[in-house]
Nanobody, 123 residues
Framework: QVQLVESGGGLVQAGGSLRLSCAAS????????MGWFRQALGKEREFVAA???????TYADSVKGRFTISRDNAKNTVGLQMNSLKPEDTAVYYC?????????????????WGQGAQVTVSS
């Protein structure tokens, strides 16, 4: 079992920045690929970013150049730095772990999920 807990969400004005963190506990953290997904009200969950244990990364086109995913294997944490935020970034953001260690953008591949953190960007 892997437990994931997100923190750092909140309300910010357009153009501002927020940093999300995800703390993992349970099974050994060092190998799983970690991903961030988001779900806006009334919309399907969508991929945001992912990072392998060797720190290979991939991003959704909508956030590329604005968001940065990172991880600290020693501390069992993964972060998402979000800059130049837009109102359309408003969503609940979820941290997820893929024990197969790929670099997938597909939600069903991920084995464990956090409870979500609300990010609201006002115009």
């Amino acid at each position: 079992q892997v437990q994931l807990v997100e923190s750092g969400g909140g309300l910010v004005q357009a153009g501002g920045s927020l940093r999300l963190s995800c703390a993992a506990s349970g099974r050994t953290f060092s190998r799983p690929t970690m991903g961030w997904f988001r779900q806006a009200l009334g919309k399907e969950r969508e991929f945001v970013a992912a990072i392998t244990w060797r720190s290979d990364t991939t991003y959704a086109d909508s956030v590329k150049g604005r968001f940065t995913i990172s991880r600290d294997n020693a501390k069992n944490t993964v972060g998402l730095q979000m800059n130049s935020l837009k109102p359309e970034d408003t969503a609940v953001y979820y941290c997820a772990a893929d024990l197969n260690s790929g670099l997938s953008r597909t939600a069903y591949v991920y084995d464990y999920w956090g409870q979500g953190a609300q990010v609201t960007v006002s115009s």
